[in-house]
């Protein structure tokens, strides 16, 4: 985890920038089309961006040299500068793509743990750069999660006070860096900045994989950063596969077996499909029957428990399943989450390297947001018990009539006898 933090930290922009301020708190929409990004920005903003028009008012209002400011922003991965008519602030909004960031695709897909572990790094590199850190927080939104920097510098031996909103998306850096030269952040600003951030819109990203199957009766949502793979071996009972694009072999697969359609015709007759259902009320012996089905999932299946994940209970394991081969670099271990529902199993298996789960967040928001319908290999067992029962219908109405042309054949031979005798 460390290695690819110290990778992050190179991304990080330490904007020295131009002077500002803001007090109104009306805002107006701002579209920056070279990022497909969308906020809305005090009304009273002077607006700078990397295309910077020759009779822009703040360079007119303070003699700037746009073809420096031009190639400052573009080397800064500045995409937007707001700047206060008083000079009290600036809201400085940084894009920045590095291939160190691909080993966090995206700040959402990091567990609590994870970011708080990312966020003392930065606030390490801050202190080192000799800014004054007084803590993080994490923020979230509808469109993204943030880490909520604060801290203050030195410009023109002026104290600055920043609020930094802090995320990554589709492994690029957004930086939105409130900075106030009052020498304090004032509660206009920090209300303000607060519904710059709830207003913004990331348009054309990955929203993630949306997955469903009729056959199955099986839908999930799995997180952005997972592409779908066909593998070239068969996998028997496997239905889809994903990999992470940090390429670092993390892994999801969804197995799909219909247990009771593989039983033989006695052990039907004798087992319903209800009755091969784990629910809250599983016990021991009850999960020791699917053990030959499930056991392979699990490194001991005596340590397996029963976990409620969602809306429906699974078996699952704190010890992760290990994988050793030709092919694997290393060991490779493998979580997993099972249930059997109306005689189908339904099985879902995280893989990672050691210290490689960077993402088990999103394999356990896959598992929470599965819903099951009535899959289609139900229908198809109705219609068969349809048919079957109409077939003993008619061969027992026609067993009935042999049985009474029978019976009339024999008594007709009978009265015969009789009055022969």
Known sequence: MKKFLVG??????????????????????????????????????????????????????????????????????????????????????????????????????????????????????????????????????????????????????????????????????????????????????????????????????????????????????????????????EEQYVQAQYMHTNELGESIQFFCMDLWGNMNTLHQLTTTREELTITENTLRYDKKKYQSYISGFFMDYQDVTMEKIGNYWYITSEKPLQVESDSIDGVYLQKSAVTVRNGILYAYQYGYYEEGNLHEADYLELIQSVTYQEPQILLEDGQYYKNIAGLLYKMTLIALLILTASAGIVYLYYKEWKEEK
């Open 8 to 233: 992050l930290l190179c991304c990080l922009l330490f904007i020295q920038g131009v002077d500002i301020n803001a007090q109104e708190i009306e805002m107006t929409q701002v579209t920056l089309e070279e990022v497909d990004i969308s906020m809305m920005i005090p009304i009273t903003c002077y607006l700078l961006g990397q295309n910077i028009a020759e009779n822009d008012p703040y360079l007119e209002k303070v003699g700037g040299d746009r073809e420096k400011i031009k190639d400052y922003y573009k080397d800064a991965g500045i995409i937007l500068n707001a700047i206060a008519q008083d000079d009290s602030y600036e809201i400085v909004v940084t894009m920045n793509e590095n291939s160190n960031i691909d080993y966090v695709y995206s700040m959402q897909s990091l567990s609590e743990e994870q970011i708080s572990e990312f966020a003392e790094t930065i606030q390490t590199a801050y202190a080192s750069y000799g800014y004054k850190v007084n803590g993080y927080r994490l923020y979230d939104t509808e469109e993204a999660s943030y880490v909520l920097f604060h801290f203050t510098q030195l410009y023109d031996e002026k104290t600055v006070e920043c609020y930094q909103y802090y995320t990554i998306r589709e492994s690029r850096i957004y930086n939105i860096t409130l900075r106030s030269y009052l020498g304090e952040i004032t509660t206009d600003m920090e209300e303000m900045i607060r519904k710059v951030i709830d207003s913004i819109s990331f348009g054309g990203m990955n929203q993630g994989t949306i997955y469903q199957d009729k056959e199955s009766g099986v839908d999930f949502h799995l997180a952005e950063g997972w592409n779908k793979i066909v593998n070239t071996r």
